[in-house]
């Protein structure tokens, strides 16, 4: 056959996919949006982190850091009046819930913001958001739905696309042998 007639002959199956298959523009677009998002929701952990830390004088006065005796759960758990109130008051600015809530703020940034442990990190993070719209039911401007949800659907995306993998360092994370070993921690 001439390659005249090649050219005008259909092809009968689909081009097969290879690893070195060309990107197209809007995948890697798509690529660099997930990434992004996944560095948005880093900033929000660490800042909330770092503010309740420290008392960065956003969202915490100074004198009511956590370096100088202030709970970062006590308001917040204690502004509860939805039907989990009751648990809400009782946990509020104990040790383990202080605890709990700080370290959850500070692992889920560092992980998102590295790209690493995505599953866990989202998982985690869906969590906690839910959590969180447990304590502002109903909340103010929809019978059921918020933020929170909509951030808890996001984050378990992220995992879900290998949000990790652009600017950062997920596809590093992904070769260690004791993640190939135990999948639950990509």
Known sequence: MTAMAQR????????????????TTTQKATRYVWAGARLGFAFTFLWAFLDKVFGLGFATPRERSWLNGGSPTKGFLSGSEGPFAGLHHNLAGTAFA????????????????????????????????????SVVLPPETNPFLDEHLISAAVMVGLALVGAGHTLGLGRQWDRLAIVRRLPWLK
């Open 8 to 23: 005008r002959t259909p092809r009968t199956t689909a081009p097969a996919v290879t690893r070195d298959r060309v990107e």
């Open 98 to 133: 202080n605890w709990a809530f700080m370290l959850g703020l500070l692992g889920i940034g560092v992980a998102f913001a590295l790209g690493i442990g995505m599953r866990v990190a989202a998982a985690a993070g869906a969590l906690l958001y839910v959590l969180m719209w």
